[in-house]
């Protein structure tokens, strides 16, 4: 059976870019958001570069409650408050994707870095909704070092030409990420191990962030090189 992907938080700018790289791919996802009103909006805005209805509005409760991939495209500061109130509807069936980053502030001159420990004692992101959501429900990490502005700039790049990498406990669920993350056209997914692979995709984020910002690009990603099929 057809899993549907829904975006919680998915009107923001990584959510838009995912919805416009998928339905581009011809998959359709719900577009999750506070406010049905700002939801019909950005859908709305997406669906017209796609010349096609593929993104769907919905609430942020009714994606939960209409999808069976649930990717949490929230920014960081606000995931667990966010989640919390719909993790009631959450089973095993459901695949749970953490896509957040816990970044520091912003300071000049300075490396941009993700927050050393987090609450609970998480050093990641995904570690801490590991933490919130029940452990039958599977957990994945992914699309962590994909920068919202390249998804978005379709026009330009309308190929992705990186590497994507996709983490976490459940096989079976990281499979079923993989083969979604396929579905985008030259992006790669890499199976880079459990969900403690988190703490180094997460700081691979910060590091990608200062090469865009040394070089006024927004465009840096990965490769990794000797890789065969069967490896990813």
Known sequence: MAKIIGMIGGTGPQGQGLALRWGMAG???????????????????????LGKDLVIPRTNEACVKESDIILCTTPFDYIVKTITPFIKYFTADHIIVDVTVPLKPFEKGKMVDVLP????SAKSATELLRKV?????PLVGAFKTLSNATLQDVDRLPVLNQDVFIFGRDKVAKHIIKEKAALIKNLR???????LSARHVERFTAFLIGLNRRYKTHDCGFNVTGLTERDW
Not at 189 to 195: A, F, K, L, R
Request: aromatic residues 0%; without cysteine; glycine residues 8%.
């Open 27 to 49: 998959e359709s996802v719900i577009m999750g958001s506070r406010q049905q009103e700002k939801a019909d909006r950005i859908s709305a805005e997406v669906n017209e570069k």
């Open 117 to 120: 420990e987090l609450q609970d």
């Open 133 to 137: 959501i029940p452990r039958e429900v």
């Open 189 to 195: 997914p890499v199976d880079s191990g459990g969900t």
